[in-house]
């Protein structure tokens, strides 16, 4: 079985200060790894995934297979930045309906 | 609006009574997903539907749900004699048919069930 863990379930920072969402997985496969950001009012939306290996609003994750880790990080925190962040797991190509196992989210607050 | 919507937005029903939510999803999107995301939790997947068939379904999906996907396109949650603890967020996603591609949600049905 797939399992998402995310430790904190609230973490707040100042505008300016680096941030670091905390994500665990367990998945005896060949996951896929994703974050997804819901904004207050807004629907889920896809931040960034593991595979593309690319920075979005200025977020980076990497995927560390050894400590079954991919942890969110900004280096300058923005007020825009505060929501609810959510790490996903999706099994490998063995897969086919490509569900996702979510944790259970980190409010993410930016004070001014 | 050219997302996956989802109606109706809000829904509040009493114990015991019948409710039906309904979800299109993007239209060239093969694949539909329901979750259910409840206080303080992430999304739980419930079933999983490409085109019309229904592919997978959750042990969280008792037998008092049912989902159909008709025609390959829009998609209906019915949740029968519904309970308190039910109450819920309904979301569904989409996707299309071919490899990596990214899962667009919609902005849920919120269920009370008083």
């Known amino acids: 079985a797939q399992r998402v863990t995310q430790p904190e379930k609230l973490l707040s920072v100042f505008k300016g200060a680096p941030v670091e969402l905390k994500c665990n997985y367990s998945?005896?496969?060949?996951?896929?790894l994703f974050w997804y950001v819901q904004y207050s009012r807004q629907r889920l939306q896809l931040l960034l995934r593991?595979?593309s290996r690319e920075s979005i609003k200025g977020f980076t994750a990497d995927l560390n297979k050894g400590e079954t880790s991919f942890h969110l990080k900004k280096p300058f925190a923005q007020e825009e930045d505060s929501a609810m962040y959510y790490c996903?797991?999706?099994?490998?190509?063995?897969?086919?309906?490509?569900?996702?196992?979510f944790g259970k989210g980190t409010l993410l607050t930016v004070n001014p | 609006d050219t997302g996956v919507s989802q109606n109706p937005r809000h829904k509040i029903t009493k114990r015991g009574q019948n409710v039906t939510f309904r979800c299109d999803p993007i239209s060239e999107h093969n694949r539909l997903y329901w979750y259910r995301q409840t206080l303080g939790q992430g999304p739980e997947f419930l079933t999983y539907f490409q085109n019309e068939a229904q592919l997978e379904k959750s042990r969280l999906l008792s037998d008092r749900f049912s989902a159909e996907r008709p025609k390959g396109s829009f998609s209906t949650l019915e949740i029968q004699r519904t309970e308190q603890g039910d109450s819920a967020m309904y979301l569904c996603?989409?996707?299309?048919?071919?490899?990596?591609?990214?899962?667009?949600f919609g902005q849920g049905t919120r269920l009370t069930v008083v």
């Open positions: 996903a797991l999706r099994a490998g190509s063995g897969g086919s309906n490509y569900k996702l196992t």
């Open positions: 998945y005896s496969g060949s996951p896929e």
């Open positions: 593991h595979i």
């Open positions: 996603a989409s996707r299309r048919d071919s490899g990596n591609t990214e899962a667009f």
